[in-house]
């Protein structure tokens, strides 16, 4: 009878400590769970945004990521790109004579430019591609589908480099229909319909054109304003505003907008995670 109870006894002794060990994994482990099911703040690709929040909420939300990040190596990562990157794909016109440097020229083997050109388009770099971010914010970031998917697109370095080949391409092809002779109405008719199919390509946002708009408009009035006070360059067969100005170049700048801001996106979330 003894043995028999201590068996018995032994027998839910052992029941009882593996109900506890289960137990008590199971509350180590929650913290754990619950870590690795966290959604990212910045760009959750895992979901298709912030579940049932409002605008306001998303937008708030945004708000706390920019107000964290780091964008003194953000925006120092730009100024670097603008400086280097920007300054090539500039002299696919100035190779062609779209724009003569005029004040500290500088030639580097087939490259034409001018050393007050990296600063620029630093700044330019800078300005447009912080903007980038804020925009996305400003339509709720994750929280709007067409703003995720660029955001996902953004974070493979291929889709970075496929733009900025584009990019590249559409510069090339309006340096050779002005080296060609072609009518500018026919270039800028030309241009504006590749500059639809990239935003359809590279980018599909609202935000999108709004800042393509805001650079094909913003950054040529802030070069003739420049050239104003200090004649870096000129456009040796310059169409618009009393020969100042070639009537097709701002469409170049709303081709360059998904790129720049591509760019930007896949920064910031580099910066952002820690990665770069």
């Avoid at 002299?91 to 779209?98: A, E, N, Q, V």
């Avoid at 169409?239 to 170049?252: E, K, M, Q, R, T």
């Amino acid at each position: 009878m003894t043995v028999h109870a201590m068996s018995r006894g032994n027998g839910n002794g052992n029941g009882n400590g593996k109900s506890s060990s289960s137990k008590g994994a199971a509350i180590r482990t929650a913290p754990l769970a619950a870590k690795r099911q966290e959604p990212n703040p910045a760009y959750n690709s895992s979901s298709n945004g912030y579940g049932g929040k409002d605008w306001f909420s998303r937008v708030s939300t945004e708000a706390r990521v920019l107000s964290g990040g780091d964008w003194g190596r953000f925006l120092a990562t730009l100024a670097v790109a603008g400086a280097v990157a920007g300054t090539l794909l500039d002299g696919i016109h100035s190779k062609d004579g779209l724009q003569i440097y005029d004040t500290l020229p500088l030639v580097i083997g087939g490259l034409k430019t001018s050393w007050a050109v990296p600063p620029l388009l630093a700044a330019f770099y800078v300005v447009l591609g912080s903007l980038a971010p804020l925009a996305d914010a400003a339509v709720g970031g994750d929280g709007d589908e067409a703003t995720l998917q660029v955001r996902e697109r953004s974070a493979d370095p291929a889709w970075i480099a496929a733009s900025a080949g584009a990019l590249a391409a559409e510069l090339q092809l309006s340096a050779y229909a002005y080296a060609t002779g072609m009518p500018f109405s026919a270039i800028f008719v030309m241009l504006g319909a590749v500059t639809v199919a990239n935003w359809a390509v590279f980018d599909r946002t609202r935000q999108g054109i709004a800042l393509a708009a805001l650079c094909a408009l913003g950054a040529p009035a802030a070069e003739i304003v420049l050239l104003q006070l200090v004649p870096l360059w000129h456009y040796p067969r310059a169409d618009i505003l009393g020969g100042a100005f070639v009537s097709w170049v701002p469409w170049c700048y709303a081709f360059y907008t998904p790129f720049l801001t591509n760019l930007a996106r896949h920064l910031w979330s580099r910066t952002h995670s820690g990665l770069a």
